[in-house]
C-alpha cells in the first residue's frame, strides 16, 4: 500500500509498535509522521518524530543502538504500524533491551519460554558458574567435552527417529538443541546470528523458486 492511504492523526502522527525481527520481543512504541516514514522507508534505518523535543530523530544516531527496517505492516484501520527491525544494542535508553520490562501483571500458571532466554540463562552459568550446575561443568572442560556431547546426543536422536518414536525423539532432540546453544555460548555465537544465516537461505531458496518457475 501507499503511504499516502495511512491515516495520520491531527498532529500529522501515527503509532509505531516496534518489534525484534528474529524473537519478535516488542522493543518500544513510538510515533511517525509522514516525513521520518519516508526517511525510514529510502534507508531502512528506523526514524522517528519525537514529541517533546518536536523534530525527527533517527534511532542510535547518537547512540550507535540503531535498528535496520525488515518489515512493515499497518493495522485493518490503517492508523498504527508494526515496524519489524534488526536491532543493534539495546532499544531502550535506559540500557534495557527493550523498553517494556516493568511487570504490571502475570499469571503464575503461565511461563514465556524462548530459545533467546534459554541461550541468555546458559550464558549465565558461564559469565558466573555455579558449582552444582552441569553446564557449568560443559563451559569448565571446554569445546572438546561440549562437541562429544553434540555427537552424543545427535546419535541418540537418529536412533529415536529410526524407532520412529515421536517422544523418544522429542526428546532428544531438546537435549541435542540445549548441548548447541552450550556450543554457541562457548563461542559466542549468537541465536540472532544463526537465524540471520537461516534467514538468508530462505531468500536464496526463494529466487530459486522463482528462478524455475519462469
Not at 519460554?113 to 541468555?120: A, G, I, N
Request: charge should be negative; include cysteine.
Amino acid at each position: 500500500m501507499n503511504i499516502q492511504e495511512l491515516k495520520f492523526d491531527a498532529q500529522g502522527l501515527i503509532p509505531c509498535v516496534v518489534q525484534d525481527f528474529y524473537t519478535n520481543e516488542v522493543l518500544t512504541v513510538a510515533y511517525m509522521n509522514q516525513e521520518s516514514l519516508t526517511a525510514t522507508l529510502k534507508d531502512r534505518q528506523m526514524t522517528f518524530y519525537s514529541r517533546s523535543r518536536q523534530e525527527l530523530w533517527r534511532k542510535g544516531e547518537t547512540s550507535g543502538n540503531t535498528q535496520e527496517l525488515v518489515e512493515l505492516k499497518a493495522d485493518c484501520d490503517q492508523d498504527s504500524l508494526v515496524a519489524k527491525v534488526i536491532k543493534a544494542g539495546p532499544a531502550c535508553h535506559t540500557g534495557a533491551e527493550s523498553c517494556f520490562f516493568n511487570e504490571v501483571f502475570k499469571a503464575e500458571d503461565k511461563q514465556e519460554f524462548s530459545v533467546q532466554d534459554l541461550y541468555e540463562l546458559i550464558l549465565g552459568r558461564k559469565m558466573n558458574p555455579q558449582e552444582k550446575s552441569y553446564t557449568s561443568y560443559l563451559f569448565s572442560k571446554g569445546n572438546e567435552k561440549i562437541l562429544k556431547k553434540i555427537g552424543e546426543e545427535s546419535t541418540e536422536v537418529v536412533i529415536g527417529a529410526m524407532k520412529e518414536s515421536k517422544e523418544e525423539t522429542t526428546y532428544e532432540i531438546a537435549d541435542l538443541i540445549y548441548h548447541l546453544l552450550v556450543l554457541m555460548a562457548n563461542n559466542e555465537i549468537l541465536p540472532a546470528e544463526v537465524m540471520a544465516e537461516l534467514s538468508k537461505r530462505q531468500v536464496v531458496d526463494k529466487k530459486v523458486k522463482q528462478e524455475t518457475m519462469k
